[in-house]
Nanobody, 125 residues
């Protein structure tokens, strides 16, 4: 069974940067896509970015475009989220997720099969 573990969260001032990592472990890892979501208390989990594992093609939420970059190290089963120009409204728990089979749709959390436990990102004003 594949397990995902996020790291790299923390406290940063507005305008700063953080780099989140998500390492996959377990049986042979070959997802269709890896992605990042975020969630604040009382709200639904929100799509941030997706990377299709074989092609490297990416998709972003409008809130992430131009500021966040998703990338991967396929040899080490790791996906990253580089977050620049952070804003207080980016404060959330960030979750790494995996899609195990091909899906055109991706923005709903229900379309993702594997989840990490999450890492807290707090952006102070």
């Amino acid at each position: 069974q594949v397990q995902l573990v996020e790291s790299g969260g923390g406290l940063v001032q507005a305008g700063g940067s953080l780099r989140l990592s998500c390492a996959a472990s377990g049986r042979t890892f070959s997802p269709y896509a890896m992605g990042w979501f975020r969630q604040v208390p009382g709200k639904e989990r929100e799509f941030v970015a997706r990377l299709r594992w074989s092609s490297g093609n990416t998709d972003y939420a409008d809130s992430a475009k131009g500021r966040f970059t998703i990338s991967s190290d396929n040899a080490n089963n790791t996906v990253y989220l580089q977050m620049n120009s952070l804003k207080p409204e980016d404060t959330a728990i960030y979750y790494c997720a995996g899609q195990t089979r091909s899906r055109l749709a991706y923005s709903s959390s229900t379309l993702w099969d594997i989840w990490g436990p999450g890492t807290q990102v707090t952006v102070s004003s």
